[in-house]
C-alpha cells in the first residue's frame, strides 16, 4: 500500500508543477497598463445635488453614459464646475487636456485644461 502513495506522488508532482506560473499570462494578455484613477488619498466628493462622481481622475477621461441624464464636468482640485450639459444614452464624455470637455461630438468647453488637475464626472437624472 505505502509503495501505492508514493508512487501516485512522483507523478502528482510534475502536474502541479506545470500549473504553476500560468495564471499570471491569462489576467493581462494583451500587456495592457492600467492606473487608479482614484489615487491612494482620495477624499469623497460629491456633486452640488449630493450624487457621487462616475469617474475621477488626471486627463484624458473618458465615460459612456448609460441613460439619458445631465453630466457635470468638475474640476475637483479648484472645486469649480466647467461644463454641464444633457446627455443621451450610449453617448461619451470625454475630458482631455488639449481638447478640453466633449459631450458625444459637442465640444461643451474649450481646452487646454490643467493636466496636473483631477476631475470628475457626474451624472444628475433629469
Known amino acids: ?7 501516485s506522488g512522483v507523478y502528482l508532482i510534475p502536474l502541479l508543477l506545470a500549473g504553476v506560473g500560468c495564471e499570471e499570462k491569462s489576467k493581462n494578455p ?4 492600467f492606473r ?9 466628493i460629491e456633486s452640488p445635488k449630493g ?3 462616475v469617474l475621477v481622475g488626471k486627463v484624458p477621461l473618458a465615460y459612456m453614459v448609460d441613460f439619458n441624464c445631465v ?3 468638475i474640476n475637483v482640485d479648484a472645486k469649480t464646475t466647467l461644463a454641464a ?6 453617448q461619451i464624455v470625454s475630458i482631455d487636456a488639449a481638447d478640453g470637455v466633449r459631450v458625444g461630438d459637442v465640444k461643451v468647453k474649450p481646452g487646454p485644461l490643467d493636466a496636473a488637475s483631477r476631475y470628475g464626472i457626474f451624472l444628475e437624472v433629469k
Open 85 to 90: 450639459h444633457d446627455c443621451k444614452a450610449g
Open 71 to 73: 453630466v457635470r464636468v
Open 30 to 33: 494583451m500587456g495592457m497598463t
Open 1 to 7: 500500500m505505502r509503495h501505492f502513495g508514493v508512487v
Open 36 to 44: 487608479d484613477t482614484y489615487g491612494p488619498s482620495q477624499e469623497v
Open 51 to 53: 450624487q457621487p462622481p
